[in-house]
């Protein structure tokens, strides 16, 4: 038990390291795949610059459809949350095209919708007009001619269509990854209902292993 659990635990390193080396502009940083057998033979197969190739890990967790082992499928579905989330945000992330993502040229064109002529004040992407500081905001609509409630409008109007586009952005790929059930509610619905293959993965997601649900 103690060799699983620390060859668990160097792979959930591993796979994490890799994703901050993915993001990282700082050169590719350490990532001990030799501290676990596990991670040694698995190292082709997780870390793209061995490959040589762009890949994708999946990982599969196996759950038992019993009373008894209800902590232990809990456990195993709430490891398995854990090591998707960066992966996951990560994905969102580059899927975004809501308003924070838009390029000058839109972000211009949406503000002349409203205030003509202002459009050529705000030659920012979205990212740069959603971290600006207000009071710049206030200085490009003043300088331009237009009131300070002009601004505030402006300012708010665009943090909320952010916000909104989060939002329903988190919510779609909620979905779509790990449906609306948490792993305890799963867990429980394993347990107690559901007895093939078809329900468990419409739970969970078809990365589930849900053969042990169905052969039981």
Known sequence: MVEIN?????????????????KSKKGEGHVPYRRSILT????????????GASSKTCLIVHVAPLRHSLPQTINTLTYAEFMIAASRAST????FKGPEAWSSKMVSEWVDGKYKG????????????????????????????????DADEIYDTFRGLVAESKRKNRASEGKKV????????????????????????SMYGAGLAAECVENS
């Open 6 to 22: 620390q060859s668990l635990s160097v792979l959930k390193e591993c796979i994490r390291l890799n994703l901050v080396n993915a």
């Open 40 to 51: 040694r033979l698995l190292k082709r197969s997780i870390d793209v610059t061995e490959s």
């Open 92 to 95: 969102e992330k580059a899927k």
């Open 178 to 201: 790990l449906g609306t059930k948490k792993a305890e509610d799963v867990a429980v619905e394993i347990v107690e209902g559901p007895k093939n293959a078809a329900k468990v993965k």
């Open 118 to 149: 202002l459009g050529e004040y705000f030659v920012l992407s979205g990212k740069q007009l959603f971290i600006m500081w207000k009071g710049d905001v206030d200085k490009r609509v003043i300088a331009a001619g237009w009131t300070q409630a």
